[in-house]
């Protein structure tokens, strides 16, 4: 089974989605069963929220229910997941302060690492802008995660 979690600063719009649509994915590839799907805040800000209004309504629309309730990231997700996936350069930077060890390092990617139609170098936060960030987001998720998914693919056949 594989383990991902997904990360952004307060877990209400850019990992949040990524959880989303990944599950989405997976069920839509009959592989929901194969992996554990989580997502998480580097902040505890909103703990317990549900994802920003805005993600969920931009989400729906594309057939994304975004239902998980923000959460910080503990230090155990290292020990319990195989990939840790940052949306930006502050992610990947506060991720690799909180990795307990090098070895725990090596499990920190870049959500934008995985995209295969897209260029850009970052997930930006969409929070102060308006519907076209929600939007471009999206786009980009569903680009990497579509990536990523493929890529785990390919090395299982291996």
């Known amino acids: ?17 990524a959880e989303g649509v990944m599950l989405h ?13 989580d997502s ?9 929220e549900l994802p920003d209004s805005r993600m969920r309504a931009h989400a729906k629309r594309r057939g994304y229910d975004l239902v998980h309730r923000s959460r910080p990231v503990r230090s155990h997700d290292f ?13 990947i ?5 909180l ?6 390092m090596k499990k920190i990617h870049r959500m934008t690492e995985y995209c295969t139609r897209h260029t850009d170098d970052y997930v930006p936060d969409p929070y102060y802008g308006g ?14 995660c579509e990536g990523l998914l493929d890529k785990i693919e390919a090395e299982a056949l291996k």
């Open 25 to 37: 994915l997976l069920k839509e590839r009959g592989l929901e069963d194969e992996f554990v799907i």
């Open 99 to 104: 990795a307990p060890s090098v070895e725990d």
């Open 1 to 17: 089974m594989k383990r991902i979690l997904f990360v952004c600063l307060g877990n209400i719009c850019r990992s949040s989605s």
């Open 79 to 91: 020990e319990n997941f195989d990939l840790i996936i940052g949306m930006d350069d502050r992610n």
């Open 40 to 48: 998480a805040g580097i902040l505890a800000y909103h703990q317990g």
């Open 93 to 97: 930077a506060d991720l690799n302060e």
């Open 131 to 144: 519907a076209e960030g929600f939007e471009h987001v999206l786009d980009l998720l569903e680009d990497a």
